[in-house]
């Protein structure tokens, strides 16, 4: 099995309108996210969490990230396909558009 990390992203247009949910939103997608955890649980290695504020760090210095960043798992499968198969239906995606998954595979490091 392979792992692969994946990212959460949120345009600040997709941040706005999940912000702007009331709380019962809030609460039914939540309930969707723990039940799609609850199916996958074998496959996620790691539930991740969600992000706050960030930098970037240059050999010059730092400055804010752009903020579209809003969290990360991790998880295993066979392949990239098999990877992606599991991440569409997470309900992340369901909310809308700006909302994406980057997922990338984890390179074994030699020795």
């Known amino acids: 099995m392979a792992q692969f990390i994946f ?8 941040m706005q309108r999940m912000g702007n949910a009331t709380p019962e939103q809030q609460q039914a997608h939540m ?18 969490t ?6 970037v760090l240059t050999g010059t210095g730092s400055s804010d990230v752009d ?15 098999a990877a992606q198969a599991i991440l569409e239906s997470d ?3 369901a909310q809308g558009e700006g909302c994406s998954i980057e997922v990338y595979e984890c390179m074994s490091m030699p020795g």
């Open 7 to 14: 990212f959460y992203r949120a345009s600040p247009e997709a």
């Open 31 to 48: 309930g969707k996210w723990q039940a799609w955890t609850q199916q996958n649980a074998e496959a996620l290695l790691n539930a991740g």
């Open 67 to 81: 903020g579209t960043m809003m969290g990360y798992a991790i998880l295993q499968a066979e392949d990239m396909e």
């Open 91 to 93: 309900p992340f995606l």
């Open 50 to 55: 969600p992000f706050s504020g960030g930098q």
